[in-house]
């Protein structure tokens, strides 16, 4: 039996990330990882609140795509699965650069609907976090949008995903990055949160979960932080324990210094310096408002979430 090789690649609004694997012979084996990598393309930068693909971004994403192809044609890749999130989903501009990716590379992406990508990052969570029988918070803050998923390991209860991305946050809340984040932005950015997640605040009271689960970027980022010092994508566990303790003191550490200053923190990646902290302000709300306690990050997300669902459906 040939080789079978697969590409998953997964085009977030930040950040596009490629996973190549080894399909296994037989069910029930696990495949083998050959390459995991990722790229800040920054897809929403300067447009996604005005509904488009600003000319950077778009021409980042192609040049990233490039990128990709190369180490597929390199790794042998017989298939590819790739999907698109929040920036594609809502931009004017999001169908032509499906189509001219698939002129360039061959390469057909879906565009996936916020319910859709709530389920996968699930089903990639719990490749990475025993959840457990218990109710646990899955949040996935991305650059467009946020997934909340209350979810034990067998079972999702509740999901939505919400168009308040930290690239939307920053344009929106945070008008001057080279600067510190004022008291009144972070009033103003918390009362829009009391206004646009009543949903999760109902879903949250009723449903009780004990945990809160992290699986994005900004939550990696708020665990090198707490390490002290940046983790490459190889060097990332698929769990990682974060101390509300350590969130409340990188907190409080984003909040007081501006740009220059945030990116000399220890464990802050660049593209992050300044998105990193109207996150910080989202995961603050949502401690405040559920009473969690225990923060877990998962390095798998949507990409696994779409590998694990292929291998069961076999």
Do not use: C
């Amino acid at each position: 039996m040939p080789t079978r090789r697969l590409a998953l690649i997964d085009m977030g609004t930040n950040t596009f990330h490629l996973l190549i694997v080894e399909l296994p012979a037989a069910p029930g084996q696990p495949p083998h990882e050959l390459l995991r990598t990722k790229a800040g393309v920054r897809l929403g930068e300067g447009g996604i609140s005005k509904g488009e693909i600003a000319p950077e971004p778009y021409a980042r994403a192609l040049h990233t795509l490039a990128g990709f192809k190369e180490e597929m044609e390199l790794h042998g890749v017989t298939q590819v699965r790739a999907t698109a999130t929040s920036a594609m989903r809502v931009a004017r501009n999001g169908p032509a650069l499906v189509r001219e990716i698939a002129d360039q590379f061959g390469i057909e992406v879906e565009v996936i609907a916020g319910g859709r990508e709530a389920e996968l990052i699930w089903r990639g969570v719990r490749q990475a976090v025993p959840l457990g029988p218990q109710r646990q918070l899955i949040m996935d803050i991305g650059g467009g949008s946020v997934e909340f998923i209350i979810a034990n390991d067998h079972e999702i209860f509740w999901k939505q995903s919400f168009e308040i991305g930290a690239q939307r946050l920053l344009d929106q809340f945070f008008p001057d990055p080279s600067g510190v984040f004022p008291a009144a932005a972070v009033a103003a950015e918390q009362a829009y949160f009391d206004t646009v997640l009543g949903p999760l605040v109902a879903a949250l009271n009723e449903l009780k979960p004990v945990g809160l689960v992290g699986a994005s970027g900004s939550f990696d980022s708020l665990a090198d932080m707490q390490l002290g010092h940046l983790r490459t994508e190889k060097e990332l566990p698929p769990r990682t324990e974060l101390a509300v303790s350590s969130f409340q003191h990188s907190y409080a550490q984003l909040l007081s210094r501006d740009h220059a200053q945030r990116l000399a923190l220890p464990g802050i990646l660049p593209m992050r310096a300044d998105m990193l902290v109207v996150a910080a302000v989202l995961i603050d709300w949502v401690l405040g408002i559920s009473g969690i306690t225990q923060i877990q990050t998962s390095a798998f997300a949507l990409k696994e979430g779409l590998l694990a669902e292929m291998l069961e459906a076999k």
